[in-house]
């Protein structure tokens, strides 16, 4: 299928590593002009070199955290008027929501739910006058089927989806679209340490742990940051023009619902 998007160009939050990354790879591979961003100068750069080498469209790379309303200003700043924007932040910490205060429950909201709202709100409206427009959230299974240690991103991330519905319907008219993405287990270093973690206050080895885990996904496997990317790419392309507003799944069949 051709997706239509060479020569467009895109945002992707927080693709350093990861996730992220895998989208602009994706989009980069279908010509798009991508601009990276994170916090850590060398791993950025490493990933430029990367996506540049695999890609087709030119890759820019702005040292940036995207929580902060300096971080977005440098993403607009490198990128004034972005066809494409992938939402994307680091996840909270787990932990058991007895501790959590204000200060803790403001950080979560901030990284995983204001953040995207901010460049939504700065991004679309220029959408809408150009008459393209695909905007990706990358949130998580956890708005479908929340973990229990994981209450900072089950409500920052259901905050967003909640957040979004209200608002996709109305630019569809001007061919702009807003989903989210929801990522079940999808192989980066933040999955592995979630496992680790979780492995490890199970108090059971790591070998069966997994095992366990990853035998409850349909798949019987965690998936590739490249699985993930490749949906999302479709969600950025022309032709997905008119799906908007929803809730996508990329799980391997982990969720066991019927909607
Ligand atoms: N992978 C999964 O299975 C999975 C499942 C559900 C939800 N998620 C969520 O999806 C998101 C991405 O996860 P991932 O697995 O790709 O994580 P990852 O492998 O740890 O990669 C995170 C990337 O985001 C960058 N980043 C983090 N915070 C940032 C910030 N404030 N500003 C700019 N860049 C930032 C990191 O670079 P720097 O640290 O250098 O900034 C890195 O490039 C997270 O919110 C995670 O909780 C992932």
């Given amino acids: 299928m051709e997706l239509g998007i060479a020569g467009k160009n895109a945002i992707v939050c927080a693709s350093s590593k990861g996730l992220g990354k895998a989208c602009a790879l994706a989009l980069a591979r279908e010509g798009v002009n991508v601009l990276i961003c994170g916090r850590t100068v060398a791993t950025l750069e490493r990933a430029a070199e990367e996506i540049r080498a695999a890609g087709d469209g030119k890759v820019?790379?702005?040292?940036?955290?995207?929580?902060?309303?300096?971080?977005?200003d440098r993403l607009l700043t490198a990128c004034p008027a972005p066809d494409i924007l992938v939402n994307n932040a680091g996840g909270p910490p787990p932990g058991d929501f007895r501790d959590w205060r204000q200060e803790e429950w403001f950080k979560a909201l901030n990284a995983n739910m204001y953040s995207a709202i901010d460049l939504i709100r700065r991004c679309l409206d220029g959408m809408v006058?150009?008459?393209?427009?695909?905007?990706?959230?990358?949130?998580?299974?956890?708005?479908?089927?929340?973990?229990?240690?994981?209450?900072?991103?089950?409500?920052?991330?259901?905050?967003?989806?909640?957040?979004?519905?209200?608002?996709?319907?109305?630019?569809?008219e001007h061919n702009v679209t807003i989903n989210n993405l929801l990522p079940g287990y999808i192989a980066t270093d933040r999955m592995w340490q979630v496992v680790e973690n979780a492995?490890?206050?199970?108090?059971?080895?790591?070998?069966?742990?997994?095992?366990?885990?990853?035998?409850?996904?349909?798949?019987?496997?965690?998936?590739?940051?490249?699985?993930?990317?490749?949906?999302?790419?479709?969600?950025?392309?022309?032709?997905?023009?008119?799906?908007?507003?929803?809730?996508?799944?990329?799980?391997?069949?982990?969720?066991?619902?019927?909607?």
């Fill in 199 to 259: 492995a490890q206050s199970s108090g059971q080895d790591k070998e069966p742990f997994q095992q366990a885990m990853f035998g409850r996904i349909g798949a019987k496997r965690p998936g590739e940051p490249e699985e993930f990317a490749a949906v999302c790419a479709f969600l950025c392309s022309a032709r997905a023009s008119y799906v908007t507003g929803q809730n996508l799944l990329v799980d391997g069949g982990l969720y066991p619902g019927t909607f």
């Fill in 60 to 72: 820019q790379a702005v040292q940036a955290d995207v929580t902060q309303n300096e971080g977005r």
């Fill in 129 to 172: 006058e150009r008459r393209f427009g695909r905007i990706v959230n990358i949130t998580s299974i956890g708005v479908k089927m929340p973990v229990p240690n994981l209450g900072l991103s089950n409500g920052a991330r259901s905050g967003l989806c909640g957040f979004v519905a209200g608002i996709a319907r109305e630019p569809a």
